[in-house]
């Protein structure tokens, strides 16, 4: 079965320095993968996806960045973090883009001081 | 630009209620549309995908409904329990370019 691993579960980086979430999905081959970012009370904001090695679409223009050095990861990076960084960050994949539902991993909550 | 929208953002109700949450979205070139639950602190669990050419789906104590043309579905919980406790997300698929369009969520409390 399909497994998706996000880490870490929770991180507190001060306003400057760089960031790196990283995502990995075992038991499945050229998934779709997702970045997004939940705010209290509001829906997810999309951003970043990616249908294969190397491609990534950005859907809102900020200081984060996505890479996808593999087939099944996926890297959410920043130089520099600001306050506005802060939130929930989930990763998700899916098989396919409209005939399966997204599955997500258990999010990180980043802290920016 | 769609917009979806979930009335109410919570809802408090006794074990044992059958009950009912809506989504609504304003541009009905849907693809399909998702219900999705969040407990606190975690990532979202997939319920139930509902394709644009089908009027509902069914999974348990599970059924939504989708009605395109009016822009609206249903997410009908029976014989609710205090498991059920979590919010609950429903999600749009675009037809032109297959982006997911998410509502804010409504928050469900089952009480004892």
């Known amino acids: ?6 880490w870490p579960a929770t991180l507190v980086q ?3 320095s760089p ?4 995502c990995t999905v075992e038991g499945t081959s050229n998934p779709n993968l997702y970045w997004y970012r939940q705010a209290a009370g509001r829906g997810l904001q999309l951003l970043f996806y990616s249908i294969g090695i190397g491609q990534i679409s950005s859907e809102v223009p900020q200081n984060l960045s996505a890479s996808r050095p593999q087939d099944r990861q996926f890297i959410l990076s920043s130089k520099k973090l600001l306050l506005s960084d802060s939130g929930f960050y989930l990763c998700a994949w899916s098989p396919d883009r409209g005939n399966s539902p997204l599955h997500f991993g258990n999010g990180t909550r980043l802290t920016v001081t | 630009k769609q917009e979806v929208t979930q009335i109410p953002a919570a809802l408090s109700v006794p074990e044992g209620e059958n009950l009912v949450l809506n989504c609504s979205f304003t541009d009905s070139a849907i693809y399909n549309l998702q219900w ?7 990532g979202l669990t997939s319920l139930l995908l509902i394709q644009s050419s089908q009027r509902e789906q069914t999974s348990g104590r599970l059924n939504a409904s989708l009605d395109k043309s009016s822009g609206r579905s ?8 205090p498991g059920d406790s979590a919010t609950y997300l429903c999600a749009v698929l675009m037809d032109s370019n297959y982006q997911l369009i998410w509502g804010a969520g409504t928050k469900l409390i089952i009480k004892p």
């Open chain 1, 14 to 16: 001060p306003v400057g």
């Open chain 2, 36 to 42: 999705f639950r969040q407990d606190p602190g975690k």
């Open chain 1, 1 to 6: 079965s399909q497994t998706i691993h996000q």
């Open chain 1, 19 to 22: 960031l790196s979430l990283e």
């Open chain 2, 74 to 81: 249903t997410l009908y919980i029976a014989a609710s329990q």
